[in-house]
């Protein structure tokens, strides 16, 4: 893992944003992986941006979001793929049939994970993917005790996670108890994770995600076993890391990061 501290959350979205158009344009048909959630909407606008003034190609791009709340149609507008529509695909020139979530209203939601999980694999797998963090400390939707092998499925969300996002619902009510979510083991077998988190909210959690021992009570540990992981944080959340000055260290001295600072 390698964490690296910006100064403040436009600055890590910033960041996040140069790593994925790096990428994009070492492989045109890039197999992105990409999360939704507040973190994320600077960082999508930012490749709008990229996109709209730079020419960032996505024409040939491929995508696969980590989750989508069951039993909200793509149509609605709490639904992650109204999200994903509206902050960053009608923004850019991606093919909408090259953009991939799951499919919340199967009538067969297993039989949905398992082809999900197959989709991926046609596709060679996931070259890059992009993460968050909840305050449980859940990636993609994997809240504690998933599997650190888990695949592609349905999974019940906490109350912690349910505080967390039902205010983003006119009525909070309405947020649906359970989503489809990949796997800890799908997250794993991408190539490259990049996790960009920000706000002294993420503060506690990161630190135990990052330095913490590995635990399927936390499910972002498991980025520790991942042979490329990098942490993306501002200086609020990463406030409770207890090695900074080692990350700080790294990210000044090492070549590799010459253009990003
Ligand atoms: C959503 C997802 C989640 C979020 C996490 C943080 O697709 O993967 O793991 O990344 O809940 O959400 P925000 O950014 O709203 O704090």
């Given at each position: 893992?390698?964490?690296?501290?910006?100064?403040?959350?436009?600055a890590?979205?910033?960041?996040?944003?140069?790593?994925?158009?790096?990428?994009?344009r070492?492989?045109?048909?890039?197999?992105?992986?990409?999360?939704?959630?507040?973190?994320?909407?600077r960082?999508y606008?930012?490749?709008?941006?990229?996109?709209?003034?730079?020419?960032?190609?996505?024409?040939?791009?491929?995508?696969?979001?980590?989750?989508?709340?069951?039993?909200?149609?793509?149509?609605d507008?709490?639904?992650?793929?109204?999200?994903?529509?509206?902050?960053l695909?009608?923004?850019?020139?991606?093919?909408?049939r090259?953009?991939?979530?799951?499919?919340?209203?199967?009538?067969d939601?297993?039989?949905?994970?398992?082809?999900?999980?197959?989709?991926?694999?046609?596709?060679?797998?996931?070259d890059?993917?992009?993460?968050?963090?909840g305050?449980?400390?859940?990636?993609?939707?994997?809240?504690?005790?998933?599997a650190?092998?888990?695949?592609?499925?349905?999974?019940?969300?906490?109350?912690?996670?349910?505080?967390?996002?039902a205010?983003?619902?006119?009525?909070?009510?309405?947020?649906?108890?359970?989503a489809?979510?990949?796997?800890?083991?799908?997250?794993l077998?991408?190539?490259?994770?990049?996790?960009?988190?920000?706000?002294?909210?993420?503060?506690?959690?990161?630190?135990?995600a990052?330095?913490?021992?590995?635990?399927?009570?936390?499910?972002?540990?498991?980025?520790?076993?991942?042979?490329?992981?990098?942490?993306?944080?501002?200086?609020?959340?990463?406030?409770?890391?207890?090695q900074?000055?080692?990350?700080?260290?790294?990210?000044?001295?090492?070549?590799?990061?010459?253009?990003?600072?």
């Amino acid at each position: 893992m390698e964490v690296i501290i910006q100064k403040n959350a436009e600055a890590a979205a910033q960041l996040t944003a140069a790593l994925i158009g790096d990428a994009l344009r070492l492989k045109p048909n890039l197999v992105l992986g990409l999360a939704t959630g507040r973190t994320m909407e600077r960082l999508y606008g930012i490749l709008a941006e990229k996109h709209q003034r730079e020419g960032l190609d996505f024409s040939l791009a491929v995508t696969f979001n980590l989750d989508e709340y069951i039993g909200l149609p793509a149509a609605d507008p709490n639904s992650y793929r109204s999200y994903m529509n509206h902050y960053l695909f009608n923004n850019i020139n991606i093919d909408p049939r090259n953009t991939h979530l799951p499919n919340g209203t199967a009538h067969d939601l297993d039989a949905g994970c398992r082809d999900y999980e197959e989709t991926i694999r046609d596709h060679g797998g996931i070259d890059l993917q992009l993460l968050g963090i909840g305050v449980t400390g859940h990636i993609g939707f994997n809240e504690p005790l998933s599997a650190m092998r888990s695949r592609t499925r349905c999974k019940a969300l906490t109350p912690g996670t349910i505080a967390q996002n039902a205010p983003q619902f006119e009525k909070p009510e309405d947020m649906p108890k359970r989503a489809i979510t990949m796997g800890v083991g799908t997250i794993l077998d991408s190539r490259r994770c990049i996790m960009l988190v920000t706000g002294e909210s993420k503060a506690d959690i990161v630190a135990k995600a990052v330095e913490g021992p590995i635990t399927s009570m936390i499910s972002a540990t498991a980025l520790q076993l991942h042979e490329r992981c990098t942490v993306i944080v501002d200086e609020d959340a990463a406030a409770k890391l207890t090695q900074q000055d080692y990350y700080r260290w790294i990210f000044q001295n090492e070549p590799e990061w010459e253009p990003y600072r």
